[in-house]
């Protein structure tokens, strides 16, 4: 079992470049094998996640090249099959977006159920209802889900609750589906504005992601033959900008859009975390006092990511006064609390709600990573802990960051791996 060991108490001093998007590069890989023709897709994160579906494409019959400068080549034209049933499917929530770019290369789909971070019910029944609206007939036996379509048609599609995946899933769907597609009550985070960019400059008619209403008109080819780059990581970014604030430290966090961090800097802001912006670059300061206690309610984009709630909630417990965290988004994922009291954060839950009295003495414990972003918050924590902390079960962590251990030692501090 691996582990992180960190030695904390260390303020964080540097520059850190941040990588590219996973959830972007989640969508954007199945979104590529949907093309006609080759691509070439640059910043994309080197990660468990990514390499496990570049894993599951190639069981397609997908190529697939990384290339020296990072780079990575993709020629879908040699996919031989619409089943992606890889046993790695099991293993990522992001399989399931294969769905919705196998129905419109082949009009039938075939995955397992998709796996992912366990911290709630993740149901999948908004992509099924657009599916259907489609033309789709949707059967789930075997632990299996299977889609097949006579005829694919663009279709009025209102969702019930505003879904990242189910937004991502239809909108590659409808990419090639005949007619117009108008997605209503849509996701609006910064990677579907990604996914939809990727889609547009490979041939397709995508317009107003971003909005809560995409319109979509299918095209009968997406010819590819062009080179995109993803977005930089969002959540990555906002977890050094925490870690630095939380060590009292000083690092400049480049390669961001810092239109994205809007609504972390504004709660950094208002904890009197000290704060510099840049056209790509946002710089976090030591306080010039102390931290002040804030509410912070996650909510989908542009509200509150709920993927930093988790380490928002290690920053609340050093600050001055009683805070209060809300997650709106999922129903369990608090699931890091214990280890956070264990050492001697002072937090109550009730729900959806924790209260947070700061400011907190943290000191060393051995933790265990319950989830990718509670992971990254028990290593947020044993950054500024005193004495030695122990993260368990890291490979969750590393499946959305990128070289986090030569990152965070490149900013000065005391962690190394252990273990397999």
């Not at 691996?2 to 969508?27: D, F, M, Q, T, W």
């Not at 950094?268 to 002040?292: F, K, N, S």
């Not at 609390?337 to 060393?364: C, F, N, Q, Y």
Request: charged share 20%; net charge negative; aromatic share 4%.
């Amino acid at each position: 079992m691996a582990s992180y060991v960190i030695r904390g108490g260390r303020p964080l001093r540097g520059e850190v470049s941040i990588s590219g998007s996973k959830n972007a590069a989640l969508g954007i890989i199945p979104a590529a094998m949907l093309l006609d023709g080759p691509c070439r897709i640059e910043n994309l994160p080197d990660i468990a996640d990514v390499n496990v579906l570049f894993e599951i494409c190639r069981s397609l019959g997908a190529r697939i090249d990384k290339q020296s400068d990072g780079s990575v080549e993709i020629d879908p034209r040699p996919i031989h099959t619409s089943e992606a049933t890889h046993e790695k499917a099991r293993t990522i929530r992001a399989s399931y977006y294969l769905m919705g770019a196998l129905l419109g290369r082949f009009h039938k789909a075939t995955l397992f159920m998709p796996g992912g971070c366990d911290f709630g019910t993740r149901p999948i029944d908004q992509h099924i209802k657009g599916f259907e609206a489609m033309g789709g007939r949707v059967t789930i036996e075997y632990g299996k889900i299977l889609v097949e379509a006579e005829r694919l048609s663009g279709e009025h599609i209102f969702l019930d609750v505003v879904s990242v995946g189910a937004t991502i899933n239809l909108m590659i769907a409808a990419a090639k589906a005949e007619g117009v597609t108008v997605i209503e009550n849509a996701a609006r985070e910064p990677h579907i504005v990604d996914v939809a960019n990727f889609l547009n400059t490979m041939g397709a008619n995508v317009k107003g992601a971003g909005t809560d209403v995409i319109k979509i008109t299918g095209v009968p080819v997406l010819p590819g033959r062009t080179t995109y780059s993803a977005i930089p990581d969002q959540i990555e970014a906002g977890t050094y900008m925490i870690a630095a604030a939380v060590t009292g430290g000083d690092v400049k966090v480049r390669n961001v859009i810092p239109k994205h961090m809007e609504p972390l800097t504004a709660k950094l802001a208002e904890m009197c975390v000290g704060l510099e912006e840049g056209e790509d670059w946002i710089r976090i300061l030591p306080p010039q006092d102390h931290l002040v206690a804030a509410n912070v309610k996650t909510m989908p984009y542009p509200g509150f990511p709920t993927d930093l709630q988790p380490q928002t909630t290690v920053l609340l417990c050093l600050c001055d006064g009683v805070s209060r965290m809300t997650e709106n988004v999922w129903e369990n994922r608090f699931q890091f609390v214990d280890d956070l009291k264990m050492m001697g954060a002072s937090i109550t839950t009730a729900g959806h709600t924790a209260m947070i009295e700061g400011p907190a003495k943290l000191t060393g414990a051995t933790v265990t990573a319950h989830d990718l972003r509670a992971g990254a918050a028990m290593v947020v924590a044993g950054l500024v802990a005193e004495g030695t902390t122990e993260v368990c079960e890291v490979r969750i962590i590393e499946r959305g960051y990128e070289d986090l251990i030569g990152k965070l030692r490149a900013l000065g501090a005391e962690i190394e791996r252990k273990g397999p």
